[in-house]
């Protein structure tokens, strides 16, 4: 879960990394009006969640009271790459020697967090691996034993620093190292980390992904930064299928029946579990198939969570059907997941039989689920039939 | 043989009295798996399925002398201290069945396994079976279910999701190829043992021939797989499935496991798929088709 800059800023601040005055605004006369409190020339910068503010126009210098609020005007307009603005952050401009990058990140591979350094901050970090490798330098660090500042100091001196640079940029990369650690953190990254020409150093940008899953373990800094619970912060904000596809699931604590993210079309989709869902969609779009959504049932869930799951695709408008599908089940109930469909269809008052286009859920308790979809009608079939094939029947019976 | 389980695995299960372990003692036990002894503080005392259950793991080792492993299936806020006792109780193997712990915890997890020489598989996975021989976690589901998906043979697999470890076992079992043995690794974007590090397994046992696996985006596990078997001049045959290539049209949106994520410049499913064609693997565009390539590979290597 991405923070936004200023909610990054404040979880710094909260740690004392050195930063420079900065307010956030939401009008151009709180701009005019910021611009004077912080008393000289500024930067203004959109805040959205997605990268690539300065190539879209959207950070831009004011010399005045007047210019600053010109800027918010036009900057708050600006869609970066598909996001609006939510505010604008006005800092102070400070006069800058040199830039750094840092960023520590979970490595998958290794298992350990990994510390990422560069003298040279500011531009793309990758490309400065690519074309100065001496400039970077990365280094483990252990999760359970201590921190320790000296992980911190050869970092720093790895990527060719030293001097009075190296004495002033251990203790703030050392502090982001125990924020990232502390807030469950999986990429906490400051560029650039400028030194001023008065050789001290302030962070000019960063940003912090929390775990999805930590953020129960840190409900009071969320709580602290105003982000609230509905806030999922993916890629693009959840639409109010996907926030009725949750509570669906919140029904009950049986099993899974959600995670629904919308499409637009016109085969609705009860699928599970997570790599047969992954598979299923892949499945239906290389028959052609239009998905009017994803999901995931999984684990065992209730009849009702069931039923309801079904109810709610069937209400999404241009769903002419729905294809029922999973990888053979251990744990999830065919027998409960066929009840489920069948009360779903009949409650938006559409016939099962017509509805479902196809059912292929083979596996635990798969006779007595078979039974019931004999009784109503419904096309099913078991295991001797493939993933791909089935999900083909089902765009079959669509056009 | 099989690798990293066989009938003679002596286990325990941490959290045994959890509705979810109380149905995965039943099933492991139906099927043939040595538990003996179980753990969830303050019932010591009771039993499940005739399995005694202790306060501490040191309890159980005290009785029943050193074990081979344990499976955990406590909630994530206790899993990380669960995972703890059984490496500080000398358990070497240690399958993590909780889904939703933060990755840290996880990396702790892993870090101390790995000073104690010992091995995690999971989290968020359905554990490890050797056909016929036992089983560790949810892997197959009820018994009698286990024994028609899973059949005694030559093909290992692994696979980053639980339910699609057991849709793969039965295509394989269904085309007359037995499985030596399958590991659900869990779909986080940390586990404890990844494809890579489960292949000198795989090579060392003369019983597997040939490898399946599952795989998804997000991460690095191909690309690592891919480097190993070209570092290593593997005599086993890879054959290898891709779901979730739509996602590559959806980058920073999450579908399916925790792992799947494309952020970054991570590889995307078309590059993995090119990363581990380059390595000699085959991919194959549907689950059907596996058995065929294996086949065929099979019969290259003779």
């Known amino acids: ?399 | 043989m099989s690798i990293l389980i066989s009938k003679d695995t002596k286990f325990i299960i941490q959290g045994i009295t959890g509705r979810e372990a109380v149905n995965l003692t039943r099933e492991n036990l139906d099927y043939g798996a040595r538990i003996v002894g179980g753990v969830t503080p303050g019932r010591a005392g009771r039993d499940v399925y005739g399995v005694p259950v202790y306060d501490c793991v040191r309890d159980v080792v005290r009785k029943e002398g050193s074990l081979d492993g344990s499976v955990v299936s406590v909630p994530p806020k206790f899993t990380r201290d669960a995972v703890f006792e059984a490496l500080e109780n000398r358990i070497r193997l240690v399958v993590v069945v909780t889904e939703n712990v933060p990755r840290r915890e996880v990396a702790q997890m892993v870090e101390l396994a790995t000073l104690r020489g010992a091995r995690i598989i999971g989290p968020n996975c359905l554990g490890i079976i050797s056909p016929d021989e036992a089983k560790m976690g949810g892997v197959g589901g009820p018994a009698a279910n286990t024994r028609q998906a899973y059949t005694k043979g030559n093909i290992g697999v692994m696979s980053r999701s639980g339910g699609m470890t057991t849709e793969i076992a039965s295509t394989l079992t269904a085309a007359g190829l037995g499985q030596s043995t399958c590991v659900s690794i869990g779909g986080d974007a940390i586990v404890g043992t990844s494809y890579a590090e489960l292949m000198p397994l795989f090579e060392a046992d003369p019983e597997t021939r040939a490898i399946a696996i599952y795989s998804e985006p997000g991460g690095r596990m191909e690309a690592e797989l891919a480097e190993w078997i070209q570092a290593n001049n593997s005599r086993l045959p890879v054959v290898a499935f891709m779901a979730g290539r739509f996602m590559d049209e959806m980058k920073g949106m999450r579908f399916g496991h925790a792992g799947t994520i494309v952020e970054g410049k991570e590889d995307t499913t078309a590059e993995k798929i090119k990363r581990m064609e380059q390595a000699g693997i085959s991919v194959a565009e549907r689950i059907e088709e596996i058995p065929r390539l294996l086949e065929k590979r099979l019969a290259e290597v003779k």
């Open chain 1, 1 to 399: 879960m991405r923070f936004y800059e200023y909610e990054s800023k404040a979880l710094f601040r909260r740690h004392r990394l050195p930063l420079g005055p900065g307010q956030r605004v939401n009008s151009a006369a709180e701009a005019r009006q910021a611009f004077g409190e912080i008393g000289g020339p500024v930067v203004l910068k959109s805040q959205v969640l997605s990268g690539g503010r300065m190539k879209a126009g959207a950070v831009k210098f004011a010399e005045s009271a007047d210019e600053a609020a010109e800027h918010f005007q036009s900057i708050m307009p600006i869609v970066v790459q598909g996001e609006s603005a939510r505010s604008v952050l006005v800092e102070r401009k400070s006069a800058v020697a040199q830039e750094y990058f840092v960023a520590i990140t979970w490595d998958g591979r290794a298992k350990k967090p990994v510390l990422v350094f560069s003298d040279m901050g500011g531009i793309d970090i990758e490309e400065v691996a690519e074309t100065h490798p001496e400039h970077v330098s990365k280094t483990h660090f252990s999760s359970i034993l201590p921190l320790s500042p000296r992980i911190a100091k050869e970092a720093v001196g790895a990527a060719g620093v030293t001097g009075a640079a190296l004495n002033r940029l251990t203790p703030i990369v050392f502090e982001l190292m125990k924020i990232f650690l502390a807030y469950d953190l999986t990429l906490a990254e400051i560029n650039p980390l400028a030194r001023l020409e008065d050789g001290s150093f302030v962070v000019l940008d960063g940003h912090v992904d929390m775990e999805a899953e930590a953020r129960g373990n840190h409900k009071k800094l969320l709580e602290e930064l105003g982000i609230g619970e509905d806030e999922t912060r993916q890629a693009r904000p959840p639409t109010d299928f996907e926030l009725a596809g949750a509570r669906v699931n919140a029904v009950d604590h049986r099993g899974v029946a959600g995670n629904v993210v919308e499409f637009d079309g016109n085969l609705g989709l009860v699928i599970g579990a997570g790599g047969g869902s992954l598979t299923l969609f892949d499945a239906v779009r290389q028959h052609g198939g239009r998905p009017a959504n994803y999901c995931e049932i999984g684990g065992n869930p209730s009849v009702k969570k069931a039923e309801a799951l079904t109810q709610l695709i069937l209400s999404k408008p241009g769903v002419e059907k729905l294809a029922v599908m999973m990888n053979v089940v251990s744990n999830t109930r065919v027998d409960i997941v066929a009840r489920g469909v069948i009360k779903g269809c009949i409650a938006a008052g559409r016939d099962p039989a017509e509805t479902i286009a196809i059912f292929r859920i083979p596996g635990s308790w798969e006779d007595e689920g078979f039974k019931i979809l004999r009784k109503y009608g419904v096309e099913y079939c078991d295991r001797s039939v493939s993933m791909h094939d089935a999900a083909g029947r089902a765009v079959a019976k669509i056009s």
